[in-house]
């Protein structure tokens, strides 16, 4: 099975993921400001949102185990 690499075209990049990066950082911001917590707390609160998109989580090769069954 080949899998091509995915690229987002100029539509995507100038306008949803620009506007979803803007969104993201400012909740961060808000969160970070409201908690006034450490730099490092924002960091790690990402850090656990990122490995729910981890190609190799157990998540992810759980949903896709249930999506070929």
Sequence with gaps: ???EKWHATNYQ?????SNANKYIKQKLNDLHKELECPNEFIFNFIEDIQQDWNPDSYKLKSQKLQKYE
């Design 1 to 3: 099975m080949t899998r």
């Design 13 to 17: 990049k100038e306008r949803l993921i």
